[in-house]
């Protein structure tokens, strides 16, 4: 038991993808079928190829987060970056070409901004 | 033609610099249900969606359940499982309310105001009343807002042996936090 309750996620980068996919195919095959990219993409590793649209900071945070939105349907990606990975984000910005290796936590639609969205936790540069 | 298209820009652009429905997709909830038994079960989601609407004083907040960041892979795990949140069944909790003091929260005057709020919290299928306060700070055209209040998860129907063995809180403590620009 001791050994679980110190285990800790492995760092992204070691980890190998399940899947590598453009980012508005990702985007497109959830708008599809919201239930079936969920059971193919959720909680998987993911590696996304995409061009950033924004970066938006977190709130109460110095990094911030990256977006690779859809313009004509304003559905988007948001990448979280782990913590040793944190300081990767800070030389990026709008209109990089960029690969983002991450768990994909799943789409769903956002009542709020009537639009899906994609989220990925513990993400990293993907080095190639 | 030209003309029209110019209006139309102009029109929109006049409307969005106007627009009193502020939104993010980068608020931050932190979920904590440590005990003095365990430190463990404490997660972070930063890609919460957000809204605050300064005209009606709507507030709302989107989440998504399996974007909890635990430290402990198998934490994380039970978070998600049938007997908690049941993720894959109810992938998000959602919040939707007013700020019940609207008068006392000046959205454009800097300042630091404390805002009443009231709304229904939905989670894992059940939806709740909760009465909080925001500390809301004005500064130029960022507005941030921060939130805590507790939930009984037995509310929610989310009851567990770890719950019964007093190693996770019974009522976990959430954190809001919104930055609008």
Known sequence: ?128 | MKKTILLFAMTTLVAASFAQKKVTSSATVNFDATTKLDALPKAENKTAVASLDTKSGGVAFEVTVKSFSFANPKMQEHFNSTGWMDSDKFPSATFKGKITNLAAVKFTTDGTYTANITGDLTLHGVTKPVTTTAIVVVSGKTITTTSEFNIKVADYGVTGAAIGAGKVSTDPKITVNAEFK
């Open chain 1, 1 to 128: 038991m001791w050994y679980i309750f110190t285990e800790k996620f492995s760092d992204t980068s070691d980890r190998k993808a399940a899947f590598t996919v453009n980012a508005m195919d990702l985007v497109g095959e959830f708008q599809k079928s919201d239930s079936a990219a969920n059971n193919k993409y959720r909680e998987q590793i993911i590696t996304v190829n995409g061009r950033i649209t924004e970066i938006e900071s977190a709130a109460g945070d110095t990094v911030a987060n990256i977006r690779m939105t859809d313009t004509l349907t304003a559905s988007y990606i948001i990448f979280t970056f782990q913590q040793q990975h944190l300081q990767e984000t800070k030389q990026l910005k709008v209109g990089d070409s960029v690969s983002i290796k991450g768990s994909c936590s799943g789409g769903t639609y956002s009542n709020i901004l009537e639009a899906e969205k994609i989220e990925f936790k513990r993400c990293a540069i993907n080095k190639k």
